[in-house]
């Protein structure tokens, strides 16, 4: 492993993320939850992938970390990339998402794009069961 290489790489994503950190050296155990999240992050951006997937991004962290992390997200989607966000705060996804696709029991219920994203539109699509569930599906593809 090329030590120099990384530090480099971890310099330049500390002030990218604005990760507040006394050192590089700083166990990661001892940093806020906000910038724990963001080391994270940071990891995964190094691969340069396309298409990314965030599993709760800002659960369990404070407001001004989380507005990090959506400019982020925006920053990243206007540079091309993809995100996949799953997020169980429809306050979050209504304000991140583009188009949302939502799930009940492990099944496709709706997919709705940003006009006809409400809380109440997909309140209803997360409480859909049963034949009720395949039948969205059919009409949504």
Not at 79 to 99: T, V
Request: glycine residues 6%.
């Amino acid at each position: 492993m090329d030590f120099k290489k990384a530090a480099t790489k971890a310099h330049e994503m500390v002030k990218a993320l604005n990760i507040k950190t006394p050192s590089l050296e700083q166990q990661i155990k001892f940093l806020s939850g906000g910038n724990q999240q963001k080391v994270v992050i940071g990891k995964w951006l190094t691969a340069d992938t396309d298409i990314l997937i965030f599993d709760e991004p800002t659960r369990g962290i404070d407001v001004g970390a989380k507005s990090e992390i959506y400019k982020l997200l925006n920053d990243l989607a206007s540079q091309g990339k993809s995100i996949i966000m799953i997020s169980s705060e429809l306050p979050e996804i209504l304000r991140m998402s583009h188009r949302v696709v939502v799930m009940c029991e492990g099944r496709v219920t709706g997919i709705l794009t940003a006009d006809e994203m409400t809380q109440e539109s997909i309140m209803k699509y997360a409480t859909m069961r049963g034949s009720m569930a395949q039948e969205v599906v059919i009409e949504a593809a």
